[in-house]
């Protein structure tokens, strides 16, 4: 069954980012992006929204990620552009698309970062799509991950604290053997301690077993509670 995951990039040069930064409530959705070939700067389509207009456009000229830019549709509060994207200054995750089978569903872009949704074969596809990225300069937060047909994430009756928690140690091999990541680097990423961490990868692999092989007698009753009591 395919994958749905949401990722935070940071770091590596996104595009339109330097001008997003000059009007940090601005919010840009990708609509449409195409190229002539692979050797052609590829041009997007993006709606922006919610920020500064006029700081958004001043910036442009200046932005090291663009070669060219348009505005072709749009008012006061949302405004469409067309931008021809500098290939030599932006990182493009599109051969990792390709390696992976990945299929991008939406990219928004903040002054934070950019947020993409992704459609993969499986959860070993993403843990190779996340290593890719990062390999590629990217740092990469996994937001959350779910069965294609499970759009809520409900299945397994985990705590969003506690998907989080098992998404981002599986993508990160602590579950490998021989692990490729412990608990103290996993820990830091939470910013909480080892133990309170280790509860809840606990507690939400529980959750996960109790759904797809049973459960013994007391066990998973409250799987969903936050393994939070106690945190540092």
Known sequence: MSLIAELRLTDAQLVMRPSVEAAPR???E???ATAADRASDPVLFVWASGGDFEAFEDALPEDPTVTDYERVDGGDDRRLYRVVVNRDVTTNPGPIDRQTGASRLSIETTADG???KLRLPDREALTEYIRLLRESGFSVEL??????DDEHGQQYDLSEKQAEAVQEALAAGYFEVPRETDLGTLAERFDISEQALSERIRR???????????TRDGV???AAVDADDGEE
């Open 204 to 214: 939400g692999v529980s959750s996960v077993l109790g759904a797809t092989v049973g």
């Open 220 to 222: 998973g009753e409250n």
């Open 30 to 32: 990708r609509e449409w």
């Open 143 to 148: 937001l959350r991950a779910h069965p294609a």
């Open 26 to 28: 601005m919010t840009l």
């Open 114 to 116: 950019a947020v993409l």
